[in-house]
């Protein structure tokens, strides 16, 4: 008999959408007690982080983040942590010396680590292709829920944004991953592990029933109240904005 759906199990410690809970649950499945990960971009390691639950159970993992300044917060977190963080200040590309399997390679990670987190609000689905040294058993990653299933887009700057669940189903049934859940983000489980975790069958066959349609909709209302708040800011350059300016200068004096 299936077990509950995963999305059943959302919570959020430090995660955004309930991946904290859903990861719990899926290590209790997995009977992964303990283990290591990946997470990256990371910001400070611990705000919305998909894996800061699992380093406070005494995991290790490599955060890897390349804004500066938030790089810095990331090392003063990994103070706290000691060996079981490295901290990489870098942004992941998809060759040459910044691509993951280089970045890795200069850790302690193993070859099939458990947890990986790609959250970069762009080439997520190009990162993951370009991955192919690694083989992590767990895989989460971002996608634009904003495109319902059936529809193919992958991140083109100036074009569209993110990658579209479609996409990501297709990339992950390509490197030998099944899709578990969809929170907002895409998890995925390794096909070799999937039988022990109790998933309905038809929705492993369909994954397009795991879509998170109450996540679309929170998003779609989301980028039409922004699209609102932007048409009613005059133009940049109109006499309002400039009238504008000039009374902002002059109490500044």
Known sequence: MPEAPLISY??????????????AELRRRLRLNSGSFVEFGAWD??????????LADGWKGV??????TR???LLKMKEAHGDSVVAVCAYVGVCGPDSLDELLSKTFIPLEFDVLSIDIDSYDFQVWF?????????VIIEGNSQVLPGIWQVHQ???CQGSSFTALVALGEHKGYKLVCHTGNLIFVRKNLVDSLGIDSASLIFPETLFNYQKHFEEMAYAQQML?????????????RRLYRRIKTQLKR
């Not at 959302?10 to 990861?23: F, P």
């Not at 390691?45 to 699992?54: D, F, I, M, P, V």
Request: charge should be negative; glycine fraction near 8%; aromatic fraction near 6%.
């Open 157 to 159: 700057p100036g074009i």
């Open 45 to 54: 390691g611990k705000h919305l982080s998909n894996t800061y639950a699992l």
């Open 63 to 68: 955060y890897i983040e390349g804004d500066e």
């Open 10 to 23: 959302s919570r959020n410690v430090h995660s955004q959408c309930g991946e904290d809970g859903i990861l």
């Open 228 to 240: 609102a708040d932007e048409a009613q800011r005059p133009p940049r350059d109109s006499p309002l």
């Open 130 to 138: 370009s991955l192919t040294n690694y083989s992590p058993k767990i």
């Open 71 to 73: 790089f810095a917060d």
